[in-house]
């Protein structure tokens, strides 16, 4: 059986892009560019908590760094730099290989080094931490919501929480459905790209991993603000063309985990730029409400025009 220097050496030491030390010293080295500040976030994955023992380890590689990208997407910042911690039940070669190849696949199509770990037995859990740069002073951070900003969504939140409903058999969807709700569930795209364009057009922002809603109100919080959602703008229609009837797509949309969607608040000053991105990024960017002044208090406008607090919660691990 290989040791663990020889499993490190195999499958997590891989050439590095921009860094002067990687794996195989007792610490990596790098260099923050001049003017930069880090960024700096992680994230674990725990078998039978975040995830079924049985998914498929390239699936799980490449989840297992694009949550942690998705932190850095929602701050703004240029991802770099990632270490991985990884406590296996067994030596299994198939599967680490397999874990190996989603991880760097992941990795080269962002940007990102591997620069370290920690290789260890234990039950099956994975924890990365993530490293990137921001020009000082430039992220964007939960607390810059105004009054009047407008509230915005990208992609599609909700198809993760259908997946998640289909692989514990509670619906059952049409096949072409079916797959694309899995894939959003078990292949998130961390909105990078869409982040650091937000430089200074964005107030506040932060990426979706447990239920817009419950997100929503966390930018709240640290902005001391309220905010109307609109039920009309909620972007329904693909999840019921999926399959979903309404009162699930919009728990879905609301209240579904792990989309990895970037939520933000923007002037009203910032639509057109918005729209021109879209185009750009090719990634839809729903506008679904606005921030009010009535510190905490969170209201969805009814398609009736009733406004009343949302029915849905995020999600809490110790709830
Ligand atoms: P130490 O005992 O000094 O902490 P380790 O023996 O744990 O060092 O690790 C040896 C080298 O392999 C270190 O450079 C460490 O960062 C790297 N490493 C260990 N596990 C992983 C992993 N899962 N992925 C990437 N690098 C790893
Ligand atoms: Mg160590």
Same mark, same amino acid.
């Given at each position: 059986?290989?040791?663990e220097?020889?499993?490190i050496?195999r #499958? &997590?030491?891989r +050439?590095?892009?921009h860094?002067?030390?990687s794996?195989?010293?007792d610490?990596?080295l790098?260099?923050p560019?001049? $003017? ?6 992680t994230?674990?994955?725990?078998a039978?908590t ?9 699936d799980?590689?490449?989840k297992?760094?694009?949550?942690n990208l998705s932190?850095?997407?929602?701050m703004g910042a ?9 406590? *296996? @039940? ?7 290989s397999? &874990?190996?190849?989603?991880?760097f696949?992941?990795?080269?199509? #962002?940007? /990102?080094d591997? /620069? ?15 490293? $990137?740069e921001? @020009? ?10 105004? @009054? ?5 969504i ?12 289909c ?5 059952t969807? +049409? ?14 795209e961390?909105?990078l790209?869409l982040? *650091?364009a937000?430089?200074?057009v964005?107030s ?17 919080e640290?902005?001391?603000?309220g905010?109307?959602?609109d039920?009309?703008?909620?972007? *329904?229609t693909?999840l ?6 309404? @009162? ?7 209240? $579904?985990?792990?989309d #990895? ?5 923007a002037?009203?000053?910032m639509?057109?730029?918005?729209a021109?991105l879209?185009?750009?990024l090719?990634?839809p960017?729903?506008r679904?409400?606005?921030?009010t ?7 969805l406008?009814e398609v009736d ?6 029915? /849905?919660?995020?999600y809490?691990?110790?709830?």
């Amino acid at each position: 059986m290989p040791s663990e220097f020889e499993l490190i050496r195999r #499958y &997590f030491n891989r +050439p590095c892009a921009h860094t002067d030390l990687s794996v195989g010293d007792d610490a990596a080295l790098v260099r923050p560019a001049s $003017g930069m500040q880090l960024a700096i976030s992680t994230d674990m994955l725990i078998a039978g908590t975040h995830f079924f023992p049985d998914t498929d380890p390239c699936d799980l590689g490449w989840k297992a760094l694009a949550v942690n990208l998705s932190d850095l997407a929602a701050m703004g910042a240029q991802a770099r730099w990632a270490v991985l911690g990884l406590a *296996l @039940p067994d030596v299994d070669e198939p599967w680490l290989s397999r &874990f190996a190849d989603g991880l760097f696949h992941c990795a080269d199509q #962002y940007g /990102v080094d591997l /620069v370290g770990g920690d290789t260890t037995r234990g039950p099956l859990a994975i924890g990365v931490t993530i490293f $990137g740069e921001v @020009p000082n002073g430039s992220a964007i951070r939960r607390d810059g919501a105004h @009054p009047g900003d407008e509230i915005w969504i990208s992609g599609q939140p909700g198809l993760a929480a259908l997946g998640l409903a289909c692989l514990q058999q509670r619906i059952t969807l +049409p096949t072409a459905a079916r797959t694309r709700c899995i894939h959003a569930l078990q292949h998130p795209e961390p909105r990078l790209a869409l982040g *650091l364009a937000l430089r200074g057009v964005a107030s506040a922002m932060l990426d979706v991993s447990d239920g817009l809603i419950g997100d929503l109100n966390h930018i709240l919080e640290r902005s001391g603000c309220g905010a109307e959602i609109d039920a009309t703008l909620l972007p *329904l229609t693909p999840l019921l063309a999926a399959g979903a009837d309404e @009162p699930l797509a919009r728990r879905c949309l609301l209240a $579904g985990g792990d989309d #990895y969607e970037l939520l933000f608040s923007a002037p009203p000053s910032m639509q057109t730029t918005l729209a021109a991105l879209s185009t750009q990024l090719q990634l839809p960017l729903t506008r679904i409400g606005h921030i009010t002044e009535h510190r905490g208090q969170l209201l969805l406008r009814e398609v009736d025009g009733r406004l009343l607090p949302p029915l /849905v919660s995020g999600y809490d691990h110790f709830a």
